[in-house]
Each structure stands twice: as structure tokens, then as C-alpha cells.
């Protein structure tokens, strides 16, 4: 089992920044893949961008170059720095854990970032 809580939503201006935070718990968390997700209203969820235990990433077409994904597996954190961000970014964001080559997977609650002026 994992547990998962994420920190650091909030609201933001248009080409603002924001870093958004995961901290995991409960189990081996250099073992699983991991990455953030997010939801926006009357929308489904949709992959921003996700990191292998190894290091390799995967990002959104939408967010490349502009948001960065890392990990600490010494400190069972990841994170999620988010640039230039734009109001279309506005979204729950939703930290995941998934154990690699599975359909095992865990949510975080949800932070929620509003890009407006």
C-alpha cells in the first residue's frame, strides 16, 4: 500500500510558476513509477508527465518544455515545476504511483492550481 500527499497548489498569473510537491509513503518507492495527472472541470484526467524509477520521462505534449518532473528517492519525493503556466493548465492536479509492468496503482488526493489574472 501507498500513501500519497501532495502540497504546493495554488493560484497563479498567467506565466507564473508554481512547484508542486508528492511525498510517498507505505512502501519501496524507488520501485515504482511515478507522476502527476491532472483534472480539469468537465474534462477526464489526463497524463502531464511521468518518471521511471531509472529516470526516463514522459511528458504531455502540452506541457513540454515548460514543466519538469523530478525525484528524490532517498526523501520518497517527487515533484512537478510547472512554468510560463497558462489558464489552460488550471486543473486538480493528482500525484500517482504505479508499480512498473502493472495496472497496481495509487492516488493522491489532489492540489488544486488556478492560473488566472
Known amino acids: 500500500q501507498v500513501q500519497l500527499v501532495e502540497s504546493g497548489g495554488g493560484l497563479v498569473q498567467p506565466g507564473g510558476s508554481l512547484r508542486l510537491s508528492c511525498i510517498a509513503s507505505g512502501s519501496i518507492f524507488s520501485s515504482y513509477v511515478m507522476g502527476w495527472y491532472r483534472q480539469a472541470p468537465g474534462k477526464q484526467r489526463e497524463l502531464v508527465a511521468t518518471?521511471?524509477?531509472?529516470?526516463?520521462?514522459n511528458y504531455a505534449d502540452s506541457v513540454k518544455g515548460r514543466f519538469t518532473i523530478s525525484r528524490d528517492n532517498a526523501k520518497n519525493t517527487v515533484s512537478l515545476r510547472m512554468n510560463n503556466l497558462k489558464p489552460e493548465d488550471t486543473a486538480v492536479y493528482y500525484c500517482?504511483?504505479?508499480?512498473?509492468?502493472?495496472?497496481?496503482?495509487?492516488w493522491g488526493q489532489g492540489t488544486q492550481v488556478t492560473v488566472s489574472s
Open positions: 518518471m521511471a524509477s531509472g529516470g526516463s520521462t
Open positions: 500517482n504511483a504505479r508499480v512498473a509492468g502493472t495496472a497496481v496503482s495509487y
